[in-house]
């Protein structure tokens, strides 16, 4: 039941196609474009980014990563002030005098002056010129990036952070609800809780990539902007960008060698079993133990865009669920997740990752979902293992919450936590943090108790996005792994008796 289903057959391309969507920030259309998909059209030449500098996020998205990963507010006021025909006239610090590493600067990004630290430094070969690889303050480390000496400022004495949190902190007032809601989205660990091993651990591992090898990676049609540093072998690192086939996931340093390879590769899906179809959806279960290499290329890519992965090349105890969008050439990576074989701590998800050109289109909830179909099928309650990237945190809370506001608005009369996590299989503890943070419940003579009207189920549901992207049970054809080991034992006792 488990092997791979065919392919539609070739078919030519329409003329006349639709306005494609825009492409992700840091994605840019490099080859024919498959029809619908972004950056739609018949050829897309690789092109600059519209701000001129690989690795920053236009003006436009600049709100989303405030959300998703920093602290968005008091960013810019960081910045400290330069003079205003200064900046017109593009005039940054001297490269006479280079920059010193570990201090604060202000640095033109987007048109703007924005305080940043500097990581790294370096002289250019061709022009002579400094180079500094900075840090944007408040900012996620995925917009860490290079810049010439010309966009460097004066030193920033001052900085300042999170300012509403600072002033309710320093003035010994509580925080508001949203303040404490923003805070808990950006800090997802707490530093008091980090033992002096793991502390030390964490810092060594910022220390080693805290600056990126790899500035971009071709992938199938796109060339995407890198997020972070990846462990590529010597040879393959610290290039200015990386090209991969997206079917076997084999990396090489040339384009010519990228394309004496798709010349002779003919796998056209990912390694492993199907086990999903709908539409133009396809899941494929690989493991970790049969396709090792395919499964270690496929975590050095996602390192690139993942800040905490430190799974790299022990990929026998994991399972790897890849997503992929199905056309007439192919089964094309769009994400994937992997969970651990057998995990005492009931973990159904280890590691989850959507392509930069993938995001925003409920990708990530659909994964999220699938894996807790998963540990339905296996009758048992899942769990992400932590810690949860700020991103990974953030698709978690927004699938928790509308599928216990569904349960909620679907059923009648008295329902229990318990009750909750069998029909879910959502871990007690995961369900308790989640109506907590609604305010659906209240803990009352040692016990949690669910406290909710109709009125503010229909509040929570009217504000949720509808997600047209759905799970199908029926397309999923999928055996749990310990039944698969119980019927080859079987197989196995029946052979020796015969």
């Known amino acids: ?227 972070y540093f990846s462990p590529f072998p010597v040879e393959y690192s610290n290039t200015s960008k990386l090209y991969m086939c997206e079917f076997c996931l084999k990396y090489f340093r040339k384009p010519k060698t990228l394309e004496r390879h798709k010349a002779k590769c003919d796998r056209r899906h990912p390694a492993g079993d199907e086990i999903y179809r709908h539409d133009n959806v396809s899941v494929f279960e690989v493991d970790g133990k049969k396709e090792k290499v395919y499964c270690q290329s496929l975590c050095l890519l996602s390192k690139l865009f993942l800040d905490h992965k430190t799974l790299y090349y022990d990929v026998d105890p994991f399972l790897f669920y890849v997503m992929t969008e199905v056309d007439e050439r192919g089964c094309h990576v769009v994400g994937y997740f992997s969970k651990e074989k057998e995990s005492p701590d009931d973990h159904n998800l280890a590691c989850i990752m959507v392509l930069p050109p993938y995001q925003r289109k409920r990708y990530g909830r659909f994964l999220i979902s699938f894996s807790y179909e998963l540990s339905k099928k296996e009758q048992r309650v899942g769990t992400p293992e932590r810690p949860l990237s700020d991103l990974g945190l953030l698709s978690y809370r927004s699938y928790w919450k509308s599928v216990l506001l569904d349960v909620l608005s679907k059923h009648k009369g008295n329902l229990s936590i318990k009750d909750i996590s069998l029909m879910t299989s959502i871990k007690p503890d995961d369900i308790i943090t989640t109506l907590q943070s609604m305010g659906l419940i209240k803990y009352w003579k040692g016990q949690h108790l669910i406290s909710v009207s109709p009125k503010v189920i229909e509040d929570h549901l009217a504000r949720q996005k509808k997600c047209l992207l759905t799970f199908d049970e029926s397309k999923l054809i999928w055996t749990p792994p310990l039944e698969r080991n119980v019927d080859s034992n079987k197989g196995g006792a029946a052979r020796k008796s015969r």
Not at 15 to 35: C, Q
Not at 95 to 110: F, G, I, M, Q
Request: proline content about 7%; charged content about 30%.
């Open 1 to 227: 039941p488990n092997k791979t289903r065919g392919f539609p057959g070739a078919g030519g391309r329409t003329k006349n196609k639709p306005p494609a969507p825009p492409l992700s920030p840091t994605a840019r259309a490099v080859g024919p474009v498959r029809e619908g998909s972004p950056g739609g059209g018949d050829w897309v030449a690789a092109r600059p980014r519209e701000d001129g500098a690989r690795g920053i996020m236009p003006a436009s998205e600049q709100g989303t990563a405030a959300a998703t990963g920093a602290a968005g507010e008091g960013a810019g006021a960081a910045a400290a002030a330069r003079p205003a025909e200064q900046a017109a006239e593009g005039g940054g610090k001297s490269s006479d005098v280079p920059c010193e590493v570990d201090k604060l600067y202000s640095c033109l990004w987007n048109g703007q002056w924005q305080t940043a630290r500097v990581v790294e430094r370096r002289i250019d070969q061709g022009s002579g010129e400094w180079h500094y690889y900075v840090h944007y303050e408040d900012y996620d480390r995925r917009l860490d990036e290079w810049v010439t000496a010309d966009r460097m400022g004066e030193v920033v004495v001052r900085q300042k952070k999170d300012s509403s949190l600072q002033s309710a902190q320093e003035s010994g007032q509580k925080m508001t609800r949203t303040q404490k809601r923003r805070h808990d989205e950006i800090h997802t660990v707490d530093p008091t809780t980090i033992d002096p091993t793991t502390a030390a651990l964490e810092h060594e591992r910022e220390e080693a990539t805290k600056v990126k090898n790899i500035q971009a990676v071709e992938f199938g049609i796109y060339e995407m902007d890198t997020w």
